[in-house]
């Protein structure tokens, strides 16, 4: 396997991030409960600040897209600002490559 570089997505990645995420929906079944277009996904995480979420793609660079990360902030009214990460283990093609573990691993800190 070749090395995996983790790295902020852009406007660019918004088919990518939004074939993610189908996907992760038709794995658990729920095809219909996502209803995200891209360009919604383009408007809340590249067009509006601040932006409703920040993605970051892990990407080998022979396989391309392993996997992503979105993070996304939420208000509690017990506990005040959260934040939130989600973890897509990418493709069923390329899962088994570790995009997802490789994201978990990163170190990741929100606002770089």
Not at 20 to 31: S, T, V
Not at 60 to 65: C, E, I, K, L, R
Request: with cysteine; charged share 15%; glycine share 12%.
């Amino acid at each position: 396997m070749s090395a995996i570089n983790l790295r902020m997505a852009c406007s660019a990645d918004v088919l990518t991030i939004h074939s993610l995420i189908a996907e992760l929906a038709a794995f658990e079944r729920e095809p219909e409960a996502f209803v995200l277009t891209p360009q919604d996904l383009l408007q809340h995480g590249f067009e509006q600040s601040p932006p409703l979420f920040e993605v970051v793609l892990a990407e080998s660079p022979t396989d391309g897209v392993l996997g992503m990360a979105m993070v996304y902030t939420k208000y509690s009214s017990w506990r005040g600002p959260c934040l939130f990460f989600g973890r897509f283990g990418g493709t069923t093609s390329t899962s088994p490559q570790g995009g997802g573990q490789a994201i978990g691993r990163g170190g990741l800190s929100p606002g770089r």
